[in-house]
């Protein structure tokens, strides 16, 4: 994969949604490093209220989309960071989100509170989201039970690779996989983000259905994510399912090593 991720590397890398990054690598790790810490009203354009709305976007993606709905950060309103005690730090946002894969231009304003905790042992941030009920009723029913229908009876172990490719395309047969990839990829970047990092999804390397169990499509996936501050590609491989009804569960996930790394660390949800 080292090729891989050297041209991922070496390219403007580009959001979920197609959009390219904001800020060139060297300003971001720039902005990170001076104001990580600021509290009071942030602007926000800046690097902590920027990372603080995407992940709400993660939250909104894991919580909410599928093959055929995905949500993607608009625009940053504004922004209030606090110390909270000892415990950590909170973020108050006033964000529009959207709804990527409809090409919608109905964005939706939202307010959000998202919580980074403190200590020695790295913990999940915590996200409470309001205001962003209508596009969350968006419908994609149909084109989900469709879907779902079409695989649920495959007999055959499928694998399909680079998603998209080194030209930047995804098969349209493959498109809901790719969305589907992010929904559960979201597990692991909402997991993993801190106060310093910024992560968008990278690539699929490849996704395997597995034989259906339970009426829940199963998937063995490997993925890699793009961290704009430090940019490193984490490697992550998942397990998860999905059916309309269940929406994504992600049954176990596991870091893989860096190229050059020799061990890999399991973490077993």
Known sequence: ?????????????????????????????????????????LNPNHYPAQRAAKVVQ??????????YKLFGLKEVHSGNAEEVADSGRKYQLEISVHEIISNNQ??????????????????????????????????????EEALYQQYKTNKTVCTEKRLP?????????????????????????LKESTENTLYNMAQVANITQLATENDQLKF???????????????QWKLLFTWSPAEGVKVLH????????QSEKQAKPN
């Open 253 to 260: 996930t596991e870091q893989l090593p860096h190229i050059h």
């Open 1 to 41: 994969l080292s090729h891989v991720c050297s041209a991922l590397l070496s390219k403007c890398v580009q959001a979920e949604d197609g959009s390219p990054t904001q800020r060139a690598p060297s300003a971001q790790k720039e902005a990170a490093e001076e104001d990580v810490m600021a509290t009071g009203e």
């Open 106 to 143: 109905t964005k939706e304003k939202c307010s959000a509170e998202v919580f980074f905790p403190s200590g020695a042992k790295q913990l999940s941030p915590q996200v409470q989201v309001s205001s962003c009920e209508e596009i969350l009723k968006l419908d994609a029913k149909s084109e």
């Open 58 to 67: 993660h939250y909104l993606n894991l919580r909410h989309g599928s093959p």
């Open 220 to 234: 063995d996936c490997h993925v890699l994510l793009h961290d704009m501050v430090s940019q490193e590609i984490p």
């Open 165 to 189: 490719d080194s030209y930047g395309h995804v098969d349209p047969e493959m498109t809901p996989f790719w969305h589907l990839s992010i929904v559960a990829s979201s597990f692991i970047m």
